[in-house]
């Protein structure tokens, strides 16, 4: 079977005030179909960058982005949006105010399709599917689906877009710290929906998070990245052997060995 | 003021009011589902008036005048989206630059700085002998011109309402979100100032035929009335969702012309409208201010409570 996801030899450089920050320096990585891989890494480490250059808002320098096989290099964020599905981490980003919740699931239902003008946006089979689909992962948000999102609170909003997101099944799902602003217990269910839903869909999952423990517990494998690179590639079985502690050593070591390159100026 | 002056200031209004009512609508379109300015309108207005008086002129039909000049005025949107995508310009700027050309245009088109159309035939003539009235009215005027406005409204509406009316609103308000679901900024934007313009030029088309004349200068003021009329209608009208907002359209279009027709009625000289126009965005800035402060607070004061009460309930009882 071919990779769902291949970047090769992926470079981005971003020039800011005459300064250039390279953001990924040469970075492979493939992933097959239904793989779901954390990826963690200290601030300014690539994350978010490898996360855009793959949706396809940030441009690549040099490189070649695939997609189930496709080079997707030269595609702009929505035209990638047929395979791709995201969420941000600024909850305000994910959904959008001034619709109602509905009235989002049915944009979202239609990633990457074709949108009719002589179509209604909502229907009543979309609205009885999302509303089943909300009652066993949404928490009550079942009732308020023609509230517009802004009122709904933060985690509500990262809980209805994640729903939202792997609705109606995405080749990839691409989550950038999408729990960290919220507050620890929210993160907490949000993280576990999450799961459930990637699980149960077996979709290709790329999930950077902040948070160690999270690293440790969630995902089939672990990336660690430092300095725009693929600092640590964890496989399964390591991730088991390590645990969490054997894991957060790992960690330190390559920030230690981070920091130690920075010193020697390499 | 005696009731009868309030009766014909109505009906003035409504005259008036209803052919303008379009090229608001398409004010709204940019200025308020994509959130940007579109300064074509103001030549794409005249560009309608100017394609319907020389179509009218020339002994065409009245009724072709309107798509003809509905699409001249679509085609200058188009116009402004070529100058401002390949040039990489603001929509405000690169409709500057196309309201500009558009003055010569419509000059040219023209030949004349004005054209009367009075003595020929017009929508409300076929409209009047369609029916059997001999006598044009007032009447008659506001009937052709609130059937064409509802059809129209009507259509809009319920586009709002599809799943590419849904893109458009989204894409107006999280470009982001509206991105990561397929949407293509570029095409919503050029689809928004289609449709904007499309209405203008239609709207103009409609003024002409009312008012029996075109003037290369009728469409100056039109982005300034048009958001006039929005601002006055969030002022009556306030809440989310798209009908909504065509209605505060509807109402905010039909008071300001209402505000005119009171002001003339009373007195008050044609040259001083423009400072009563100013007059009124600013109440009504001043208003929706005030209105929007003292619903935020209710909202987020409420809201808090319930959305506390709700987290200590479920969401302790879900997590551990
Ligand atoms: N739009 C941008 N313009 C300029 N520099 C940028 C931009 N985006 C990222 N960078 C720089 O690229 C580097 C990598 O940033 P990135 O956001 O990918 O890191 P990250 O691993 O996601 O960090 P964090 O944990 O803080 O989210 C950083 O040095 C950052 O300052
Ligand atoms: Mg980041």
Known sequence: ?????????????????????????????????????????????????LVNVLAGSVPVNEGEIFLGGKDVTRLPDYR?????????????????????????????????????????????????????????????????LKQDVSRLSGGQRQLLAVIMAVAERPEVLLLDEHTSALDPEMAELVMRRTD??????????IMVTHNMRWAARFGDRLLIMSRGRIAA??????????????????????????LTDSLVGG | MEPQVFVYAVLDALETGLPYMLAFLGVWLVFRIYQDFDLTVGGSFTLGASICAVWIVRGGDPWLAL???????????????????????????????VNTALFTINLRLLGVPDVSIIGKRT??????????????????????????????????????????????????????????AGVSPPLMLLLVIMMANGLTGLSGALVVQEQGFVDVMMGASILIFGVTGVLLGEVILWGTG???????????????????????RVGVEPQDFNALTASVVVFSLLLNLGVTRVV????????????????DASERREVT
């Open chain 1, 1 to 49: 079977m071919s990779e769902s996801i291949e970047i090769r030899n992926t470079s981005v450089t971003f020039h800011r005030g005459g300064a250039t920050v390279r953001a990924l320096t040469g970075l492979n990585l493939k992933l097959a179909p239904s793989e779901y891989v954390t990826v963690i890494g200290p601030n300014g480490a690539g994350k978010s960058t």
């Open chain 1, 80 to 144: 990638r949006a047929q395979w791709i599905a995201r969420v941000f981490q600024d909850p305000a980003v994910g959904t959008c105010e001034g619709l109602s919740v509905i009235e989002n699931a049915a944009l979202l239902s239609r990633r990457g399709r074709n949108r009719s003008p002589f179509k209604f946006a909502l229907t009543r089979d979309h609205t009885e599917s999302f509303r089943a689909l909300l009652a066993e992962y949404g928490r009550d948000l079942q009732h308020r």
């Open chain 1, 196 to 205: 459930d839903l990637v699980r149960e869909q077996h979709v290709t999952t």
């Open chain 1, 233 to 258: 590639d964890i496989t399964r079985e390591e991730k088991v052997r390590l645990a969490e502690d054997g894991l957060i050593q790992r960690f330190r070591q390559v920030a230690a060995g981070e």
């Open chain 2, 67 to 97: 798509p003809l000049a509905a699409i001249g005025g679509a085609l200058a949107g188009v116009l402004t989206y070529v100058v401002m995508y390949y040039l990489n310009l603001s929509l405000i700027l690169s409709s500057i630059v």
């Open chain 2, 123 to 180: 929508i409300v003539d076929s409209f009047n002998s369609a029916l059997g009235i001999t006598q044009s009215s007032q009447i008659s005027t506001i009937l052709v011109m609130g059937l064409i406005a509802g059809v129209v409204i009507g259509l809009l509406s319920l586009f709002l309402l599809t799943e590419a009316g849904l893109a458009l609103r989204a894409c107006g308000t999280n470009k982001m979100m509206a991105r990561a």
């Open chain 2, 242 to 264: 798209p009908i909504r907002g065509v209605l505060t359209v509807v109402l905010g279009t039909l008071a300001y012309r209402l505000l005119l027709a009171l002001a003339f």
């Open chain 2, 296 to 311: 935020q607070t209710r909202a987020t004061s409420s809201a808090k409570a319930i959305s506390i009460a709700a987290t």
